[in-house]
């Protein structure tokens, strides 16, 4: 009787260390679950992807004077200027 005793002991441990383990690590896990999807799936697109689109406007917090959101466009082909400290 022992053993079984055991057993279940250490079968609630494996399960509880593995919900501890999701609960802390979820948005990883989330994020490296849906890119095994992604790379899973044959109808995936990288191109058709604008959710994660690294040249899309930014979005400001509207300003409480002004409640219209404004867009700020980041233009990388401009040349960088360099600050002078005095």
């Known amino acids: 009787m022992a ?8 079968i ?3 399960v509880l260390g593995w919900i501890a383990i999701e609960i802390a690590c979820k948005p990883c896990l989330e994020r490296g679950r849906e890119a095994i999807d992604r790379s ?8 058709d992807d604008n959710d994660r689109n690294a040249r899309a406007p930014l979005i400001v917090a509207p300003d409480p004077v002004d409640p ?14 360099p600050s002078k400290i005095a």
């Not at 053993?3 to 250490?10: C, G, K, M, N, V």
């Open 3 to 10: 053993a079984i005793t055991s057993a279940l002991i250490a």
């Open 12 to 14: 609630a441990g494996v």
């Open 40 to 47: 899973l799936n044959p109808d995936y697109d990288p191109d």
């Open 68 to 81: 219209e959101p404004k867009t700020v466009v980041v233009d990388d082909d401009a040349p960088a200027v």
